[in-house]
């Protein structure tokens, strides 16, 4: 294997891939889950469920692609199996199919457990100066902030 001279060292780099792995990990888990939710929503809000759910998920596709490309680039391998997100992932899968309220509920925890993966990675992003992986995870919580926002919106009122 060739040597990676990025100007971050091996033992940071290893953190920060240890960490993205947690994020791709969590990323993926919730874009199954939003998948699923997709699929069978039901109820009164189903048009914009349906909808507002493959924005999501359809965003998810891309951004694990984007986080694993990030942990490639640091000269570690990407996590792409079942069992390693499920090691890894801060999220419980759902059980059955629930109410489309409660699908919210899971969905704005899966959004929030996302922004914590990702805030959590920052301390040593920062002190390895590793601005790329700053960049990316800043742009991740913006969108879960985002997603998260306006899925407890739906529960108001």
Do not use: C
């Amino acid at each position: 294997m060739s040597t990676i001279n990025i100007g971050i060292p091996e033992d940071q780099r290893r953190a920060i891939a240890d960490g993205l792995s947690r994020l791709l990990a969590d990323t993926y888990t919730l874009y199954l889950t939003t998948h699923n939710f997709h699929w069978n929503v039901t109820g009164p809000m189903f048009n914009t469920l349906h909808l507002m759910f493959e924005g999501q998920y359809t965003e998810l596709a891309l951004a694990v692609d984007l986080v694993a490309e990030r942990i490639r680039a640091l000269g570690y391998p990407a996590p792409g199996t079942y069992s390693a997100y499920a090691r890894l992932t801060s999220i419980k899968e759902p059980e059955g199919v629930p109410s489309a309220n409660d699908m919210i509920r899971q969905l704005v925890a899966g959004q929030e457990a996302v922004v914590r993966t990702a805030r959590s990675i920052f301390a040593v992003v920062d002190e390895a100066h590793d601005e790329p992986t700053a960049d990316l995870l800043t742009q991740r919580m913006q969108i879960h902030e985002k997603n998260a926002w306006m899925l407890r919106s739906l529960l108001e009122g």
